[in-house]
């Protein structure tokens, strides 16, 4: 077996970053919703400071493997910062291979060496492969706490109803 070795994402690696998130979201069926495009990819990974995300890139024998996409947040609950896993995706041809689990291993080491809480992250319902993977790590599937999500037009409505002081 092929040894993983996961490594902080660079601004050269963007072309396969940006192919993954690409990948996934046809897998997912959206997409025609990814937005992201390698110049903006740049922009707010490599050139924003603070950058808007960090990412993890898995290689097996050199060759990229897979991806993970966080970003910190805030937690008013436990006062502390979070990670927010926005993008986990492994190639098909590396899948089962344990390359999903050395990622999150090391998501979890940057957030134990950066002091936070936890890590939070969305998963479809319908995924049950994925949530049975996620709870063999030690996590829980949120029941109490659906996501919401308001974008588009009704993100401007609202946005234009704003009373500016």
Known sequence: MTPITIRAVRAEDVPVL???????AVEQGGEHKLCANPENLVQDGFESRPPRFQCLLAEC?????????YFPVYSTWISRTALYLEDLYVTPE???RGVA???????AAVAQAEGC????????RDN???????ESLGAQLGEN???MLIEGDALSALARSATSP
């Open 128 to 134: 049950s492969r994925a949530i049975r993977f996620y």
């Open 94 to 96: 590396f899948r089962r």
């Open 61 to 69: 024998g050199g060759e990229a493997a897979g991806i993970a996409l």
């Open 18 to 24: 940006y192919r993954m998130l690409r990948e996934s």
């Open 145 to 147: 706490w659906p996501s």
């Open 101 to 107: 689990r050395a990622l999150m291993q090391e998501l």
């Open 117 to 124: 809480g936890f890590i939070r992250w969305l998963v479809l």
